[in-house]
């Protein structure tokens, strides 16, 4: 058991929760036993699975750790015995994220997804964050993709961090459960022409409403940042064509947050995709 908040191993835990650093080293801290399911689920080899010592007796900070035995907690401990690692109480909140440790910090190798293992359907819908900067605002649209039955998310440019801890809490662990990838702007769009995708990219000065807009078939749909949208990036060029298309505003207000425009294209093109009988 760790007890000491010297030891190497809680060091080298304290030291990855520095963004740079965790990228650096080419891993992931993930938080909370769904998050962790998920992570495992998606393929993810658990490098170590940390959990307090004694957690049946301990008292629970959150609704999470108030229930041990959750079906996730055994999906853990049962799928992954062997990287388990019991700590004290003190060394648990040294090494989790914020203020409230969520009964488990588990330590993976960052999976390489990129757009060569992408495999999607035949009408794949796909949502692409352009230069979305917020780790929360990025766990929110893949939460809201997940929930809209969203194939893939694609994540430009390839800076952009879908394993920063904020990210993996907003999206309650979508960021392991859609597939994604990352990629330059130039480089998803050619993936996405040579797949035959239709691109339509969310713009407020778009004449086009999306419910006249198809959103049926290969789709990617484009939303930008909410500073500044997508200006002059994901524009038709000789080789791909992208539609410009608006969400209505009918108050004062020009926007939305990015992940509450995810959801509204995505629920839009699932609506239709059912009328057509194609989902």
Known sequence: MLTSTSN??????????????????????????????????????????????????????????????????????ESAARALVDVSPTVMQKIAYGQSERGVVAEFAAPQWGLSELRLPDSGLVLVLDQIEKPGNIGAAFRCADAAGADAVILCPAAADRFNPNAIRNSLGAVFSVPSATADERDAKAWLAEHSYRIGAARVESSRPLWQADLTGRLALVI?????????????????????????????VDSLNASVSAAVLLYEAKRQRQVAGTN
Do not use: C
């Not at 500073?227 to 004062?252: F, K």
């Open 8 to 77: 190497p191993t809680v060091k080298h835990l304290v030291k990855m929760r520095d963004n740079r650093a965790r990228r650096r080293a080419g891993r992931v801290l993930v938080d909370g036993w769904r998050e962790t399911q998920r992570a495992i689920e998606s393929g993810l080899d658990p490098i170590g699975i940390y959990l307090v010592a004694g957690r049946d007796d301990a008292t629970p900070t959150d609704q999470e750790t108030a229930h041990p035995q959750s079906d996730a907690e055994r999906f853990v401990t």
């Open 224 to 252: 930008g940042s909410e500073a500044h949208g997508l200006g002059d990036r994901w524009q038709s060029d000789g080789d791909v064509t992208v539609d410009a298309i608006r969400i209505p505003m009918a108050g004062n």
